[in-house]
């Protein structure tokens, strides 16, 4: 199991930017994707960013694409995720989540994470 604490959420203008992280603890060397997810209010929780830990390869949702980065720091076993360009639509709770079971590839999926982390809260005022 690994444990996931987020962090850096708060309130930003559109057109700010922003960055959360994600610490990681407990199993994290089984690790085989570590994805950011969000859930505005009255909606399914969607798909931002992904990382794949063995290689680092990065998959973003079609939203997220030219404005968001995600990235890992070994050393801190944390995931970052920077957000650029921020619109009012980009409000939401965001969690990450370890996929430390599956490997499936569907990286994009909720139901193939394990572990979650209990979410920051990103407000976009416009």
């Known amino acids: 199991q690994v444990q996931l604490v987020e962090s850096g959420g708060g309130l930003v203008q559109a057109g700010g930017s922003l960055r959360v992280s994600c610490a990681a603890s407990?199993?994290?060397?089984?690790?085989?994707?570590m994805g950011w997810f969000r859930q505005a209010p009255g909606k399914e929780r969607e798909f931002v960013a992904a990382?794949?830990?063995?290689?680092?390869?990065?998959y973003y949702a079609d939203s997220a694409k030219g404005r968001f980065t995600i990235s890992r720091d070994n050393a801190k076993n944390t995931v970052y995720l920077q957000m650029n360009s921020l619109k009012p639509e980009d409000t939401a709770v965001y969690y990450c989540?370890?996929?430390?079971?599956?490997?499936?590839?569907?990286?994009?999926?909720?139901?193939?994470?394990?572990?979650w982390g209990q979410g920051t809260q990103v407000t976009v005022s416009s």
């Open positions: 989540a370890a996929d430390t079971r599956f490997n499936s590839g569907r990286y994009y999926l909720p139901s193939f994470y394990e572990d």
């Open positions: 990382i794949r830990w063995r290689d680092s390869s990065t």
């Open positions: 407990g199993r994290t060397f089984s690790t085989y994707f």
